[in-house]
C-alpha cells in the first residue's frame, strides 16, 4: 500500500529554515502530483506547495511564494520542502499527499490528494 512518510520538523526561531522531507512508497507515481498542506487547530488544511513527478513543474500557495521550494528526488522517491525566512504564522502541522495528476484539476485542493502522510509539527518562535 501507499506510504508517505514526513520527517524534518521541528522548532526554529523566526527567520530561520527548516527542511521537510517526504519518502514515498508503495506505488509507482510518475503519473501523480506530489503536495504540501498544512494545518492548525479549528482551521482547515491549506495548501502550501506542489510538484509534478513527472516534469518537476512547482505550484506555490501566495503566503509562500519566495520563502518556500518544494522539489523531488526521484531515484530516492523523496519530495523536500525547503521552508526559508520562515514566520510565526508558518506554524502548523505539515502533511505530505499524493494525487493522480490530471493537468492542473485540484492541485491545491485537498480533494486532489488521495494519499496522506501522518504529518510533522513546524513550529517558528517570534
Do not use: H
Amino acid at each position: 500500500q501507499v506510504q508517505l512518510v514526513e520527517s524534518g520538523g521541528g522548532l526554529v526561531q523566526a527567520g530561520g529554515s527548516l527542511r521537510l522531507a517526504c519518502a514515498a512508497s508503495g506505488r509507482t507515481f510518475s503519473n501523480y502530483r506530489m503536495g504540501w498542506f498544512r494545518q492548525t487547530p479549528g482551521k482547515e488544511r491549506e495548501f502550501v506547495a506542489a510538484i509534478r513527478w513527472s516534469d518537476g513543474y512547482t505550484f506555490y500557495a501566495d503566503s509562500v511564494k519566495g520563502r518556500f521550494i518544494i522539489s523531488r528526488e526521484n531515484a530516492k522517491n523523496t519530495v523536500f520542502l525547503q521552508m526559508n525566512s520562515l514566520k510565526p504564522e508558518d506554524t502548523a502541522v505539515y502533511y505530505c499527499a499524493a494525487g493522480y495528476s490530471v493537468g492542473t484539476f485540484r492541485t491545491m485542493d485537498v480533494r486532489g490528494y488521495a494519499y496522506w502522510g501522518q504529518g510533522t509539527q513546524v513550529t517558528v518562535s517570534s
